[in-house]
């Protein structure tokens, strides 16, 4: 190693943003429009649905049929590179907990593998502290960021339906698909039972809305990413791609970030990062440094860029980096509805998604854990996959096929029939809700260990609150209700108990994490202010799951996006002011 | 593919499959070397990390001649030719199992050592392998290892479906019961598995809702809201 130096970008930026996910995209895609010079980092390589495909694959085309691996946890036609675990890349646990770390490395991040639910936070949940005491109210509410929700909306695309719910807002949303069967079914047993059941909110055109983009065409493979059409949001296609397009982005791929630099007067000055692919050092400088490198990769920089000036990290004076790491809670439960054997064949991929979910409608007040959670469903006739049959004995053994009682499991003919019977009876449903943040439960710096490049690695020390699994208890209470009113049979995660927290997933596994750079009013414990800007270091940004102070019961991922509007504009706002 | 060769491939893959196991362990082990043979031709996106994978899989051979030959009568006889689609070798699923063992190394001694089971549970009573019995012989024990009683709660009680099993089949057991999943995943993921079940997707369409003999058929009907709000093609 006798060559390793430090290699210089001469170019002088005026923003750097480390990771092209919701966050990064959304503001190189803003700083880009208005004419700033950026420098986009991202640690995987290149990415394009239209060059990248695996959209309208046959299973005979994956040679393991759809299964998973390391390199696609979710199956062989995911679109995401990478997951729960990276070669040369490891993450710790203090003691016996638990976190389970999804990291995708590619051009548009984490969007290439998320379900496109686009849910708004509602008044309330900014403002959770003023109502049940419990975590911290956010230096903003709704109205803050509503502008930007809206704008958000029609940048992207989203559908959904208006019900006028006090804190699962209106947007402006394209018009959402009809329900499936199995989804009128489940609608009719959870309403009847006093649950809701609304349209769902995804980011996928059901209408054209620009001419860059196109209509979706009801594959139900948005998790593959829209190869056709860019009908479904993914950073890449969504707002990488224009950025790049304005000219003012240098993308620098297969870039893994070191450390944020800083200058004399402790203000950021650029990020070191080794190139994965020739090994060697680079440096590159700006005006601003923005994080996006996920909630858990921008803490992990931040605590790694130790100087004299900043000991305990950059922007750490608080000592809050990496704490109140979060993520949404998650039990599932899932079985057959012996109504939809031997049912008529036709198309009915819809959107990559359920057409149809369950807002949060409990009183928390009236329950014994302060947070809500939504329902997911799924069911239906899939692309058959890997695993297609496997257990047949299951239900074989347990239903007639055809007025006829079988023995379990079998073979031939009689086997035959019975794959054509049950086909497309599935059910499910799973809870995802919001977490209480607390401070313990965080990701610190193992002082042992290094990633194969030499970066210091996370170490997670979480544990699920008590009112985590209180909830998950509700949750499958909830789901039994749910499935024993339209006869569906429960076959799976329904015996679970306290011994298995309910059937809780372990934190992380939700994909959800937050809380880790959060902001604040105090600096004294948060790491940013209102506009996502570091309270010690006034031109560093982050703007992914870190800032958020609580989660609610909606995915993050309109927020994230909203947030991070909102802090580039801010950021043009201040370099015309001069301020940065 | 000689003895010495086919436990080569055991060790490697167990290997990775420490790798694939263990997701949040930190070990990070590499795979051993790869393969220098030509990958097979993908259709669908790779990363650069994942041809090299496919590259060490179909460099390598894991069942011998007797055990793809073994695999294919059991294939056939879980999902033989019908009136609606052709067998499990039409569909070419040993070449899916031999695949799959090196994808998901876990599952090769259970087949192994499943099929030497089968084999010799053969020599015992018709004193020749499994492949070399007549069809009958063949079903003779297929019939003692293809039916495992289950059980299941319903209502809170403990339900027992399925004639008792003699205790000596047990392992044979889970073995058809592997051999019946790998069977199915890969007739089922087949050009002739897809037509044969029906499934009517994978195309570009536009969605218009559930047809109507359908929905009469259920008894259900699109709300006057959802007609109003949902999006019409």
Redo the contacts between chains.
Sequence with gaps: MGDLQVKKNAKQYDAIIVGSGAGGGMAAYVLSQAGLKVCLIEAG?MYDPRK???Q????????????S?????FG??D?C?WG??I??E????ANDT???WWRAR?IGGRTNHWGRISLRFGPKDFKRRSIDGMGDDWPIGYDDVKPYYDKVDRLIGV?G?NEGLENDPDGIF????????HE??IK?AATGIGIPVI?SRLSIL??KINDSRGEC?????CNRACS?AYADFSSSSVLVKPAMETGNVDVITNAMAREVLTNNEGLATGISYVNKMDLQEYQVMGRTVILAASACESARLLLNSKSARYPNGLANSSDVVGKYLHDSTGADMGGVLP?LFD?????????GGAHIYTPWWGDNKKLDFPRGYHIEYWGG?G????????????LN??FEVKGQQK???????S??ED??YF?GARVGMAGRGEALAVKENKCEIDPK?VD?YGIP?LRFDVKPHEYDIKQAKHMKETFKEIMHNMGAIITYG??DDEKNNYGLHAPGNIIHEAGTVRMGNDPRSSVLNKHNQAHDCKNLFCVDGGPFVSQADKNITWTILALSMRASEYIIDEMKKRNL | MDRRKSLKAIAVGTLSAS??LD??K???K?EAAKGAESA?E????R????QE??KE?TSKTFFTPHEMATITVLAD????K?E??GSASDAKVPD?IE??VK??PEKQIPMRGGLRWLDVQSLKRFNKSFIECDPAQQINI?DDI?????V??ENGKEVT???KTKPEMAQGIAF??LM??LT???F????I??K????????????????D???K??G?A?TEK?MK????Y
């Design positions: 390589p990248n495909v695996t309208f694959k046959n299973p005979w085309e994956s040679p393991r049929r759809g299964a691996t390391k390199f696609r946890p062989d036609f679109a590179y729960w675990e070669d040369g490891p993450y710790t646990h638990k976190w389970e590619m559908f339906s394209l018009p959402p698909p009809k329900p499936r069967l009128l079914m009719k349209p059901t209408k065409i009801f594959c139900g493979q056709v109504e049912r008529k064949r036709y198309n009915e991929d819809g959107v006739f692309q058959p996959a890997y695993g297609f049959g496997n257990s047949v004995q299951a053994g347990r023995e379990p499991g079998g073979y031939g003919k086997l035959k794959m054509r086909y260990v194969k690695v329904g015996d | 790798v694939l997701a949040c930190t070990d990070n590499k097979g993908f259709t669908l996106d990363a650069v990390e994942e994978r496919e899989i006889i879980i999902i033989p019908d609606i689609s899916f695949y799959i994808d998901m297929v293809a039916y495992p009683q289950i299941y709660k479906k399925g004639k058809f019961s019946r999943d199915t995943s890969g089922y993921t087949s050009q598995g897809v044969d079940v029906g499934y009517a997707g994978n195309t570009p369409n536009k969605w218009n809702g559930v047809p003999d359908v929905l058929q259920y259900l699109y959802e709000e949902c999006a019409k």
